[in-house]
C-alpha cells in the first residue's frame, strides 16, 4: 500500500473538515457585531456555535500531529516558513476562546465589549491568514536544496496571497450567515439572510477573480478531476446554487451549498499540488513531496491502525453532537439573569 498517498489523502480530508466547520464558526464571529441588534441577539449568535466550535479546531490540531508525524520535513518547513503567522493564528484563536467561554463569567459591560472583540478579531485573523498561507503554498514559495523556507515574512504578502486572504474571509463570512439562518429564527434570522444574499456578489467576484488569476499565479488547474476543470466546475455550481437555494427558503440546501464550495475549492488546491506539498520556486527538483518528505513505512503503518481504530470514533462522536444540538436558538431560550 502507497502510505504515503493514503495520509496525503487523511490530512486533506482533515483540512477540509476543518475549513467546513471552523468556516461557519468564523463567518459567525465576524457577523456577530454587526446582525445583532442587543446583548440577547449577540448571546443567540455565541449559544449557535457554542457546543461545536471548540471541537471544530480538533480538526486543525489533529492534522497538526499527522503532518508531523507523517511528512516531517513539510512540518518543519511549513512552521519555519511561517513561523509569524502561525503564531498570529494561535494568539487569535486563544483570545477567542477566552471570549467564549468567560463572556458571561462577569456581568459588566466593559468584560463584555471586549470579550465581543475577542471573538471577532479571533474569527477575522485565521479567516484571513489561512487564505494567504494556503495562496502562498499553491504559488510556490523560496525553498532551498536543504527543504528550508528561505523567504521573508514580506514576500507572503504577494497581492494575490492577499486576495486568497479577502475571497477566504468573505466565503467563510457568507458561511457563517448562511449558518444563522439554519440556526437561529424571528428577526435575526431574517437579517442573517439578507446579509448571505448581499454576501453572495463580493464573494462571487473575489472568488471568480481568483480563479483566473490562478492560472498565471499557481501551480493549481492542470487537472482537477478525471476530467479536466471538473473540481472547479462543481465549486462554481455549489456556490450559484447556494443562492437560489436561499432565495427559496432551503436553508439547509443552501448551508450544504457553501460547504460544498469551501470542499471543492480545498480539493482543488490539494490536487493540483499532488504529488508536492510545497513546490519551490528556486528549482522544482527542490519542491517537498509526499515522498521526499515522509516518514518510514514503519511508521505509517502504525499510524494508519491507529486512525481505523479510533477515527470513526472521533467522527461517530462529533456527528451524534451535531445531532443533540440541532434545534434552532430562540431568543426565549436566552436566560434573562
Known amino acids: 500500500m502507497d502510505f504515503q498517498l493514503l495520509w496525503f489523502i487523511l490530512i486533506?480530508?482533515?483540512?477540509?473538515?476543518?475549513?467546513?466547520?471552523?468556516?461557519?464558526?468564523?463567518?459567525?464571529?465576524?457577523?456577530?457585531?454587526?446582525?445583532?441588534?442587543?446583548?440577547?441577539?449577540?448571546?443567540?449568535?455565541?449559544?449557535?456555535i457554542g457546543p461545536f466550535w471548540d471541537a471544530n479546531e480538533v480538526w486543525l490540531i489533529t492534522a497538526g500531529g499527522a503532518m508531523f508525524a507523517a511528512f516531517p520535513h513539510w512540518y518543519a518547513t511549513l512552521f519555519s516558513g511561517f513561523y509569524l503567522p502561525l503564531l498570529l493564528i494561535l494568539l487569535a484563536l486563544i483570545f477567542r476562546a477566552v471570549g467564549f467561554e468567560f463572556r458571561a463569567k462577569v456581568n459588566k459591560l466593559f468584560w463584555k465589549r471586549s470579550a465581543d472583540h475577542f471573538i471577532f478579531w479571533g474569527s477575522l485573523i485565521p479567516a484571513f491568514i489561512w487564505g494567504v498561507a494556503l495562496t502562498n503554498i499553491v504559488m510556490g514559495l523560496p525553498i532551498g536544496e536543504d527543504m528550508n523556507f528561505t523567504g521573508g515574512l514580506f514576500g507572503l504578502l504577494s497581492p494575490y496571497a492577499i486576495l486568497g486572504g479577502l475571497a477566504s474571509t468573505t466565503v467563510f463570512t457568507?458561511?457563517?450567515?448562511?449558518?444563522?439562518?439554519?440556526?437561529?429564527?424571528?428577526?435575526?434570522?431574517?437579517r442573517a439572510a439578507k446579509v448571505a444574499q448581499m454576501m453572495w456578489i463580493p464573494a462571487g467576484l473575489l472568488l471568480l477573480a481568483f480563479a483566473l488569476l490562478g492560472y498565471r499565479y499557481t501551480v493549481l488547474f492542470d487537472g482537477l478531476g478525471l476530467i479536466p476543470g471538473t473540481l472547479p466546475a462543481l465549486a462554481v455550481l455549489a456556490f450559484i446554487s447556494g443562492y437560489f437555494l436561499l432565495k427559496m427558503g432551503r436553508t439547509g440546501w443552501s448551508?450544504?451549498?457553501?460547504?460544498?464550495?469551501?470542499?471543492?475549492?480545498?480539493?482543488?488546491?490539494?490536487e493540483g499540488l499532488f504529488p508536492m506539498l510545497m513546490p519551490s520556486t528556486l528549482n522544482p527538483d527542490w519542491s517537498l513531496t509526499i515522498y521526499n518528505a515522509s516518514s518510514s513505512d514503519l511508521t505509517l503503518t502504525i499510524m494508519s491502525v491507529v486512525a481505523l481504530i479510533f477515527l470513526p470514533l472521533i467522527l461517530g462522536y462529533q456527528i451524534y453532537s451535531y445531532y443533540v444540538f440541532r434545534k434552532r436558538v430562540t431568543r426565549d431560550s436566552i436566560p434573562t439573569h
Open 12 to 48: 486533506a480530508i482533515l483540512f477540509i473538515g476543518y475549513f467546513f466547520l471552523e468556516g461557519f464558526d468564523f463567518g459567525v464571529g465576524i457577523l456577530m457585531p454587526f446582525i445583532s441588534r442587543d446583548d440577547v441577539d449577540r448571546r443567540v449568535c455565541i449559544n449557535t
Open 174 to 190: 457568507l458561511h457563517g450567515a448562511v449558518f444563522l439562518t439554519l440556526r437561529t429564527d424571528g428577526p435575526l434570522m431574517e
Open 255 to 270: 448551508f450544504a451549498a457553501t460547504g460544498a464550495t469551501i470542499l471543492f475549492g480545498t480539493v482543488v488546491a490539494f
